[in-house]
């Protein structure tokens, strides 16, 4: 497949086990946050979303935790499954581009190894 | 429904040749997208659409072009490829209002 990201951070988690990957966004002014999965020779696809005026939302297996006083995000996988290995990357919408076409900033990702 | 589709997967050009990347999606969405992903990089917009006969400059613009002739339909094109524009190429599409963008294959390029 393609080469997502050679220098990626990872983070290796045994199956069965809690994943919690980390993400600092840069724009204090950003009012809405993105978490994609991208495994290997596929797009993004989209996990999970969370608006600045939350701190926490669930879904299925996974949460996303917003914290806006440090400008970070992280994303919390219950019971790691063999599927769950990817590079998972958050994005973020500055508000300064609200009304202009609901770009995007994307992070650069870190690489999710579960391990039997 | 297949979502946002890419043609082609892979292609393999030598410098100066031009091509065309297409993109489709059915489902109707107004914006579309086009993206490079460089490894140890975020995505980076190349150009973008917010509807049909309408493209827009993104962070990286220099060296293609678009077009957006039909709704569904958002084209990449390289007039006189560059070493530089080696990369994986992704569409991504979103209905008006909504935030989360829907993404299709990827497209892999190697300029030599």
């Known amino acids: 497949g393609e080469s997502v990201g050679l220098h990626l951070p990872t983070l290796s988690v045994q199956e069965g086990d809690n994943s919690i990957i980390n993400c600092a966004y840069s724009n204090s002014a950003s009012d809405y946050f993105i978490w994609y999965k991208q495994e290997s020779g596929k797009g993004p696809q989209f996990i999970i979303d969370?608006?600045?005026?939350?701190d926490k939302r669930q879904g299925q297996r996974v949460t996303v935790l917003l914290n806006k006083t440090v400008k970070h995000l992280s994303l919390q996988i219950a019971a790691t499954q063999p599927g769950d290995s990817a590079v998972y990357f958050c994005a973020e919408r500055p508000t300064s581009w609200a009304g202009t076409a609901s770009k995007l900033t994307f992070g650069t990702g870190t690489r999710l190894q579960v391990t039997l | 429904n297949a979502g946002v589709t890419q043609t082609p997967k892979f292609r393999v050009l030598k410098t100066g040749q031009s091509m065309t990347l297409l993109c489709a999606q059915d489902m109707n969405h107004e914006y579309m997208y086009w993206y490079r992903q460089d490894p140890g990089m975020g995505l980076r917009l190349i150009h973008y659409s917010v509807g049909e006969g309408t493209t827009a400059k993104g962070e990286v613009p220099d060296g293609y072009n678009v077009s957006r002739l039909k709704k569904q339909n958002f084209l990449l094109g390289l007039e006189s490829a560059a070493p530089s524009q080696t990369s994986v190429y992704f569409c991504?599409?979103?209905?008006?209002?909504?935030?989360?963008?829907?993404f299709g294959p990827g497209t892999r390029l190697t300029v030599t």
């Open positions: 969370i608006r600045s005026n939350m």
């Open positions: 991504a599409s979103t209905t008006s209002g909504a935030y989360e963008q829907y």
